[in-house]
């Protein structure tokens, strides 16, 4: 299964839209309109405009991307910017779609290439355009030798997202080495007061919203590790300083990548902003023989006028229509339950089952065994890799428990984490050479693990096979995909040293393989994106993953911090958040069942409580919550969101509105971290209703303040908004809007 990068991008072409076709599931696509006169190309759709020309040099430069312009509008061919200095070369300050390194170059390139004369110069230029469906490909070609690149451009019609990938192809008659490889170079026009905000963070602290201005220099975001990262994550926008919530540019992107990757934002002398996102050159290179081709990833690029509120609506509606399994319209997120932190290792059949008919009393829908199930598997250090039942556990198989499980109404599921293994384990003693490794080096474990090498052919047979025979011989309807350790040693022995450092690249490709003919084999089969909490969340892995799991960390009060880090770039149609005990395990603090429930119910609803310390109040509770959810799920994973109140920087509040998208349904949630002093409470003004329809509020758990009507116009809760009686602390209160018709 090792293919080429070649491979890859058919193998997507027919699969899942691939960094060569970016093919999107169902949908219209803007098509390009041309000016063949003035070299212009031009994309309208989702309310905005990109435009990018070819200069007199035969150079492919931007030209204009923000609000949506007018279809008379012509725009000015593309001009070569001048420096204002004697030792600012043009190339360095024109805002080039795809430079190569070469011709004076200082800014960040989008490609640089090596040949084997030593000559680390690439001139490209334009040499043809043509349409493939409603995608743009555009022809570049270095002007001295035979380095083809290929630039593939396609913008969704209704939201105005842009994906854009590149192709660079050796037809020399010897070897070239590419150095450095970006997916697009994206720029804007000089202004002082832009804006950069990311993502980063840590185990249990995942996805931190950071800004910065922009000033002179460069900034990169970035992830060495193999995998996506915790540290940072593949998402950027850029704004202005009086850029808000709800109002104002935003320019996003994110890379459709789950390897090691590179965000690159910096200030040209000129003041102009460029950004180039793709492979993290760190400890990269890429050798193509004469007739070899390498593909970059997606890089997924959006304009909103309307905030970031209006910039995370746009882009979660294109993730649910285009990117995500069963697009448009993806599959409902059921309420899941985890046993790990009832059972850890200590997994049976008899106590599987007793936990799974207490899941049922409450209405979970999907059971899924954790970590334990397998192989010598008794604790973290023995097993991994050894995906057999553990005939001691279940001495039946997994069969009478998936039995049981079904019987009670409910889905089976199952823990697993393929790309890993422990030396302790019958894997690895018979193939310890299938691990990523240096010869004669040491072999660094984390968590008493190493890294499986997916890029050997073997391996990815095996994984696929063991995989397929555990799903296909027993009625299991969901994975929680798990990867929990970094890489290190990164080597790949069984191939020329010169074409090792491919091992970034085939990996993943060949992880995206893997799932893919997996999902194929079971069409029915869902799987969870996990990678120790919220170390693999992209655009890459969500085209084959249901669901991802957003951080370790369930801390309630945690989790609203993070999943409004997670929203400004993903949509909660992916987002599992759980509903665990108190004291929580990360931090000690103890919250209410309630507040827990409340928290967790604003992406999809999971429980990993132990359910035998339960009381029958909680299980009351319990289930009242759980059917609220049922009713309000589809808004809450598939409506617009609306940022209200950020919970960041400490603020003693937050507040999320979540809207049908016919609006005619609206989910409030409401939580305070204390009160003190006797300060009031501030009301809450809601967002994104019909103004003249007819909302009935009903309280799903907390109360309104007092004099609050019970039914009021849309207008009337977007203008005058809504007070929660909130008092203590870490209190939270939720509450449904219902139109009733319209006057």
């Known amino acids: 299964m090792t293919g ?31 000016d063949d006169a003035g070299k212009v190309f031009r994309f309208d759709g989702g309310g905005s405009s990109y435009a990018f020309g070819v200069n007199a040099e035969g150079q492919l430069q931007s030209l204009y991307w923000g609000p949506a312009l007018d279809a008379s509008d012509k725009l000015p061919a593309a001009v070569i910017v001048e420096g204002n200095s004697s030792n600012e070369v043009p190339i360095a300050v024109t805002p080039y779609e795809f430079a190569g390194f070469g011709g004076g170059l200082t800014t960040e390139p989008a490609l640089k290439v090596r040949f084997p004369d030593g000559v680390r110069d690439l001139d ?27 630039l593939t451009y396609a913008m969704d019609e209704a939201t105005g997202i842009l994906a854009r990938s590149a192709v660079v192809e050796n037809r020399t008659g010897s070897w070239i080495q590419v150095d450095q490889m970006a997916a697009a170079c994206v720029n804007l026009p000089y202004s002082d007061d832009y804006q950069l905000s990311f993502l980063s963070g840590r185990w249990a602290g995942e996805f931190m919203l950071q800004t910065r201005a922009v000033t002179p220099g460069a900034f990169f975001v970035e992830s060495r590790k193999g995998v996506t ?55 990269f290179n890429y050798r193509l023989k004469p007739g070899e081709s390498l593909a970059s990833p997606v890089f997924y690029a959006g304009f909103s006028n309307e905030g970031f ?32 932190e009832a059972t850890f290792f200590d997994v049976n059949e008899a106590g599987q089952m007793a936990l799974a008919e207490k899941a049922a009393s409450i209405g979970v829908e ?18 991994l890799g050894d995906w057999v039942v553990n005939r001691k556990k279940f001495p039946n198989g997994l069969g009478p428990l998936i039995k049981h499980v079904n019987g009670l109404g409910m889905q089976f599921g199952l823990w697993v984490e393929p790309e890993m293994v422990n030396p302790d384990s019958d894997l690895y003693r018979a193939h310890p050479d299938w691990v990523i490794n240096f010869p004669g080096r040491q072999r660094s474990e984390a ?56 091992l970034y690249v085939a990996y993943v ?42 951080s370790d960390n369930t801390d309630p009060y945690d989790r609203l911090v993070i999943q409004d880090g997670f929203s400004h770039a993903y949509s909660p149609a992916i987002m599992m958040a759980w509903v665990t005990d108190s004291p929580n395990f990360v931090n000690r603090r103890v919250t209410s069942l309630d507040y827990r429930f409340l928290s967790a119910m604003q992406g999809g609803l999971g429980i990993g409580a132990n359910l035998k310390h339960w009381t029958e109040d909680d299980f009351a509770k319990a289930k009242r919550l759980v059917a609220e959810y049922k009713r309000i799920r589809s808004t809450v994973q598939l409506g617009n969101l609306y940022r209200l109140v950020s919970p960041g920087n400490g603020a003693p509040r937050s507040a999320t509105l979540s809207v049908s998208q016919d609006r005619k349904q609206a989910v409030l949630f409401a939580f305070l971290h204390s009160s003190m002093m006797r300060s009031a409470q501030p009301m809450i003004q809601l967002r994104g209703l019909l103004p003249d329809a007819v909302y009935t509020l009903r309280a799903i758990s907390g109360a309104a303040a007092a004099g609050t009507p019970s039914k009021a116009s849309g207008a009337y809760w977007m ?25």
């Not at 899924?368 to 097993?383: E, H």
């Not at 919220?534 to 084959?544: A, F, N, Q």
């Not at 203008?719 to 006057?743: S, T, Y």
């Open 309 to 340: 509120g209006g910039a995370s609506r746009v882009f979660h509606r294109f993730q649910r229509e285009k990117i995500l399994p069963n697009a448009p319209v993806p599959r409902l997120r059921p309420v899941l339950y985890n046993s790990w």
């Open 4 to 34: 080429t990068n070649e491979t890859r991008r058919k193998v997507f072409l027919g699969l899942l839209g691939s960094a060569a076709s970016l093919a999107f599931t169902g949908g219209a696509r803007a098509r390009a309109l041309v």
């Open 447 to 502: 968590r008493n693990q190493l890294v499986l090498n997916l890029a050997r052919k073997d391996v990815c047979e095996h994984l696929l096979k063991v995989l397929d025979d555990l799903v296909s011989s027993n009625n299991i309807e969901y994975l929680k995909w798990d990867h929990n350790r970094t890489w290190s040693e990164p080597g790949w022995p069984e191939v020329a040293p010169d074409e090792q450092q491919r």
């Open 229 to 283: 990262s915790h540290q940072s994550n593949p998402w950027i926008a850029l704004s202005r300083n009086t850029t808000g919530e709800e109002a104002g540019p935003v320019w996003f992107g994110a890379l459709g990548w789950s390897g090691s990757w590179r965000i690159n934002v910096e200030m040209d002398a000129m003041g102009g902003v460029h950004a180039t996102a793709g492979y993290n050159p760190f400890d």
């Open 366 to 383: 999907r059971f899924v065994v954790d970590d334990g199930w397998f192989g010598a598997r008794n604790n973290d250090k023995t097993g």
């Open 124 to 150: 490209l230029r334009y040499t043809g355009h043509q349409f493939r469906g409603d995608q743009l490909l555009v022809q570049l070609k270095d002007v001295k030798r035979a380095v083809h690149v290929s």
């Open 719 to 743: 203008g005058n908004g809504l007070k929660a009686a909130l008092e203590g602390d870490f209190q939270a209160a939720a509450f449904v809007l219902e139109a009733e018709g319209f006057r």
């Open 509 to 550: 490709d060949n992880l995206y393989r893997l799932l893919a003919e997996l999902r194929r084999r079971h069409p029915r089969l869902e799987i969870e994106s996990c990678a120790s909490g919220g170390g693999r969340v992209d655009l890459g892995i969500m085209k084959l993953t249901e669901q991802v799991w957003t």
